[in-house]
């Protein structure tokens, strides 16, 4: 009893706490790895059933040779040379096992190999449909390079076991098992002798599960990383270049890189200590059947082909051991990388399809916001009630400083994210019931981004209506001033843009977005910062076509450039995500203001 009277420290019970949770967290983990890997099985349970009919079969035929060879020597040999029947008996017993053994483990390996493409198949298409299918807050926090290791290498973990270990060991597994059971009845005493060994390799399984498990969780935690990193350094190698970080990008990775490595050895020494002190167990058994069943022999009570038949099971017992240890590292390797997948696709959208869905039908473009309030995770409130209504066929602009709520109000337009409180509605209907594919019909957003697609320029205008005809690309082109600069590329509208669009400039990819979103056709087009990338003579050129385009469609353009403001019919001033000017761009320079001092600093710059 302590000190203080037997009462256990703070300390000591969240530790307890901390550790009861971890071992609760552990087996959801587990029990959801397992829900997974039984769902990707499920629809090849006939072809599993002829697999296991065809494993059982070879091990069979395999673990009867002992049994054939202690028979040739007891019984067909002393009939020589009299009578050669037994032994030709025997000889075409065997003949016929190992003939089995091989036709049926190599059926096997096929039937296996098929299933094993077939569910890593599966497992693809649901990794890459969960990764689009989840919002736009979990792709904000679950970074690129996270999601490229779980579709390469997690799935190549769980590839390597399907693929090898998994066929092996299961054909080693029931080989173990026969031969315990075919050397029990052929001299129980011997079967005794291999469970004695049977007891120290239980306790080194033990001790290896235990250890292996924790080091390729690490192992696949610190791959992870690497591949994040290298993922986010290639991606900004632009940035890296010009603020010439290289050498400290490179330090970054050599410190992961070299976690990585020493992970794998700590494996590595695990392995090293488990696969000898398995083979050294093995052997020593051996030893032992040999030494009582040799004194057995001399004793008349154990027959000398019987003898033969117990060192061979004993040593086929334990020759599959070690392939069992060496799949035991894939297993672990794969079973760490299949947590991380079904948590991926565990992971659920936070902006859910509704259960009834209304439809927009003859759809005007009014937007309400009522009493919204939003704000970023656990972060401070971004929208603390936005009331704010937006007529049908209006262009209005958002202006404020940077944090005012100016994006955020369009992802919630959008509905990228939904509103923590309050209401979005569209021509009177809450955001929240209308289905996702007739939202986004209706209601467009043009980013900063401008991303494109590998493929030609007519593909990457097409992208929101892949039926429209060539003369519906062009017109989309032409409207926002695109068609000129596509003609002059090389192949025109046939042109390669290669990956992100690297054969044009950062504002040739922003007009191509206007196009792709103009040809889209929307009720409710939102450009955030869209003409960011622009030169002022393509920005003229742009507020052109906007202006036509956008005469019969409600719009807001987010822009800190004001020279874009210009088009637009309303604007809304905004700080701490409450609008504090609202009025046309004229009215409002004409009353003073916030909006008159931006317009003011601006004009200032021009000149």
């Not at 703070?10 to 983990?29: G, I, L």
């Not at 040739?72 to 003949?95: F, K, N």
């Not at 098929?114 to 299918?133: E, K």
């Amino acid at each position: 009893m302590s000190a203080a009277g037997g009462r256990r420290r703070p300390t000591d019970a969240a530790h307890d706490d901390e550790t009861r949770f971890d071992r609760v967290t552990s087996r959801a983990v587990r029990r959801r790895s397992l829900a997974l890997l039984g769902s990707l099985l499920r629809p090849h349970v006939r072809i599993l059933a002829w697999a296991a009919v065809l494993v059982t079969a070879s091990s069979a035929a395999q673990v009867a040779g002992p049994w054939l060879v202690s028979l040739a020597i007891d019984v067909a040999l002393p009939a020589l040379p009299g009578d050669v029947a037994p032994l030709a008996a025997v000889g075409g017993a065997y003949l016929a096992a190992a003939v089995l053994a091989g036709v049926a483990i190599g059926t096997y390996r096929r039937v296996a190999a098929r299933i094993a493409q077939n569910v890593l198949l599966d497992l693809r298409r649901r990794v890459f449909r969960q990764t689009q299918r989840l919002s736009l807050e979990f792709h904000e926090s679950y970074t690129s390079g996270r999601i490229i290791s779980r579709q390469t290498s997690d799935l190549e973990a769980l590839r390597e076991l399907l693929d090898g270990g998994l066929v092996g060991v299961i054909s080693s597994l029931l080989v173990m098992l026969l031969t315990a059971v075919g050397l029990t009845i052929l001299d129980p005493p011997s079967g005794l002798v291999l469970m004695v060994g049977l007891l120290p390799a239980w306790f080194l399984v033990r001790w290896f599960r235990k250890h292996s498990q924790i080091a390729y969780r690490e192992q696949r935690t610190w791959s992870a990383r690497l591949i994040v990193k290298f993922v986010e350094t290639m991606t900004g190698i632009r940035a890296v270049q010009a603020f010439n970080r290289e050498s400290t990008t490179e330090r970054d990775y050599d410190r992961i890189g070299q976690e990585y490595r020493d992970a794998n050895l700590r494996i590595f020494g695990i392995n090293g200590r488990f696969a000898p002190g398995l083979l050294l167990i093995g052997n020593v058994t051996v030893v032992i059947a040999l030494a009582v069943g040799g004194w057995r022999v001399l004793e008349g009570t154990l027959a000398v082909g019987v003898l033969v038949a117990v060192l061979l099971y004993v040593k086929r017992f334990f020759a599959p051991i070690q392939q069992i240890a060496m799949f035991y590292n894939a297993f672990q390797s794969a079973a760490a990388a299949l947590e991380k997948v079904s948590g991926l696709l565990a992971e659920e959208p936070t902006v859910v399809e509704p259960a009834e869905p209304v439809d927009l039908r003859d759809p005007r473009g009014e937007l309400r916001l009522e009493n919204v309030r939003f704000g970023y995770g656990d972060g401070p409130v971004v929208l603390p009630g936005l009331d704010l209504t937006i007529p049908a066929g209006q262009t209005v602009a958002l202006v404020g400083s940077t944090g005012a709520g100016k994006s955020t109000i369009a992802k919630l337009v959008t509905r990228f994210y939904d509103a923590t409180g309050g209401r979005v509605l569209v021509d009177g209907v809450d955001i929240r019931d209308i289905a996702s594919p007739v939202l986004r019909r209706h209601v467009v957003m043009v980013t900063q981004e401008a991303y494109l697609f590998s493929g030609s320029v007519a593909e990457n205008i097409a992208l929101g209506r892949p039926d429209a005809t060539r003369e519906e690309i062009e017109a989309a082109a032409r409207a926002v001033g695109a068609h000129e600069f596509v003609t002059g590329l090389p192949d025109g509208y046939d042109t390669e843009v290669n990956k992100r669009g690297g054969r044009v400039s950062a504002g040739q990819r922003q007009l191509l977005s206007f196009a792709r979103a103009f040809l889209a056709d929307p009720t409710v087009l939102v450009l955030d910062e869209a003409t960011s990338s622009l030169d002022l003579p393509g920005e003229r050129l742009v507020q052109r076509g906007l202006q036509s385009l956008l005469a019969d469609r409600t719009a807001i353009i987010i822009a800190h450039r004001l020279s874009t403001v210009e088009i637009a019919d309303r604007v809304l001033v905004l700080e701490q995500g409450e609008v504090v000017e609202d009025g046309s761009p004229d009215a409002l320079v004409d009353r003073g203001g916030r909006f008159a001092a931006l317009n003011a600093a601006w004009q200032d710059s021009l000149v």
